[in-house]
Nanobody
Framework: QVQVVESGGGLVQVGGSLRLSCAASGTIFGLNTMGWGRQAPGKERELIASITRTGDTNYADSVKGRFTISRDNAKTTVFLQMNSLKPEDTAVYFC???????????????WGQGTQVTVSS
């Protein structure tokens, strides 16, 4: 089992910053890409940032230049630094971890429960 836990959400004013953290634990085999998605009320979940085991990053256009993803492989932790926040960034932010199932040896993706980010104008 892989457990994924996010932290760091909260209420922030427009233009402010927040730093989200995500820790993966449990039986993790073949840890690969880690990333973040978000879901606003009434909208589908959007993948916004990812980082591979070797540090290659990818961002959605909606956050590029404002958000930065990083990871600590030794601690299986991933971070999301969010700057210049806008009201449209308000959403529940979810962390995900891609690894390999120890039972099937197939890729698996585990998601956390999410953390609320609210940007007030």
């Amino acid at each position: 089992q892989v457990q994924v836990v996010e932290s760091g959400g909260g209420l922030v004013q427009v233009g402010g910053s927040l730093r989200l953290s995500c820790a993966a634990s449990g039986t993790i085999f073949g840890l690969n890409t880690m990333g973040w998605g978000r879901q606003a009320p009434g909208k589908e979940r959007e993948l916004i940032a990812s980082i591979t085991r070797t540090g290659d990053t990818n961002y959605a256009d909606s956050v590029k230049g404002r958000f930065t993803i990083s990871r600590d492989n030794a601690k299986t932790t991933v971070f999301l630094q969010m700057n210049s926040l806008k009201p449209e960034d308000t959403a529940v932010y979810f962390c995900y971890v891609q690894s390999t199932s120890t039972q099937t040896l197939l890729p698996r993706t585990d998601w956390g429960q999410g953390t609320q980010v609210t940007v007030s104008s």
